[in-house]
């Protein structure tokens, strides 16, 4: 009995030193580590928000939401191009990444959904809203024109998760050492793998470092693992679809090169929304909205000037 527990002794200790040493978030996430960060902040009823505005007070309101974990700064070059434009722009960062806080809840579209609500709330805008979102931001987006048509004039997608979502691999669901696994092999290799992205990673040397920032508060994979879950199931063509119903205007926007949500997937959120308006960007992968910034944001402002006010 004495070998057994000193083996099992060892093991914990091993363990316990391994998820130390793998394991990114090592600070808390409060108002003194968000002291001289650039945004502002709102508390709404799940946590604090980190946001940013920019553009005429008097613009029409377009609301940026990114996707699975990059924070807002994924719409900087469309946030400069439609504030010059005279667009009235607002990003943030979702609940568990970036400077938004990470509670401890189920990341599934009705936190999502209430946190756009009640930030537009916060900032008290009524009139009709133009929405974007990339990646899980079309789902985000998507749900939301679904559920409140009144309050959004047009959505933009740009590579937006499609399909059925599938549940990855089934150790990181495992109870009790799941989330363990996830926090030491999935976690500590999520920065470097942003460049998958990209076709020519090399054009942003900073991208990882700048993912980086938010890994080290405590909370972040947590959150991930809890989207991923969560996402399980979900079937994005009947959320598409329903936004065709409610009759959202909507651009497509899909880089042929994307390896993250493949191009061919592009086929079926066209089924679901016969009307949208398709543009494939060649010369692009996940991110079109960066690697051929100047394309996406003109024809995102040529999609936004036919809207009526």
Avoid: C
């Amino acid at each position: 009995m004495r070998r057994i527990a000193l083996v099992i002794g060892i093991v914990a200790v091993a363990l316990a030193g391994f998820y130390f040493v793998r394991n990114p978030e090592r600070a808390t996430l409060d108002d003194a580590a968000r002291r001289g960060a650039p945004g502002r902040f709102v508390r709404l009823s799940d946590g604090v928000t980190h946001y940013d505005i920019a553009g005429p007070d008097t613009g029409r309101t377009i609301l940026l939401v990114h996707g699975f974990s990059v924070p807002y700064y994924i719409w900087d070059s469309t946030t400069a191009a439609l504030a010059g434009a005279g667009y009235r722009v607002v990003r943030y960062d979702e609940y568990g990444r970036g400077l938004s806080d990470r509670p401890n809840v189920a990341y599934g579209a009705d936190l999502y959904d209430r946190q756009i609500g009640e930030l537009l709330d916060s900032l008290k805008i009524t009139d009709r809203i133009d929405l974007a979102g990339v990646s899980m931001g079309g789902s985000v987006t998507g749900v939301y024109a679904g559920r409140h048509p009144k309050r959004v004039r047009s959505l933009v997608l740009v590579d937006p998760v499609a399909g059925t979502a599938g549940p990855g691999p089934a150790m990181f669901g495992w109870p009790l050492i799941g989330s363990y696994l996830w926090q030491t092999l999935a976690v500590p290799t999520m920065a470097s793998g942003q460049a998958s992205d990209f076709i020519e990673p090399s054009r942003f040397p900073d991208w990882a470092d700048r993912y980086r920032v938010q890994m080290r508060y405590r909370g972040f994979g947590r959150a991930l693992n809890s989207s991923r879950q969560t996402r399980v199931g979900m079937m994005m063509d009947s959320v598409y679809e329903r936004v065709a119903k409610n009759a959202v205007p909507v651009m497509l926007v899909w880089g042929t090169a994307d390896k993250t949500v493949p191009f061919s997937m592009s086929d079926g959120v066209r089924r679901a929304i016969p009307a949208a308006e398709f543009h494939p960007i060649e010369g692009a992968a996940h991110l079109p909205i960066l690697e051929k910034a100047q394309l996406t944001d003109s024809l995102i402002l040529a999609f936004l000037a036919k809207q009526p006010r």
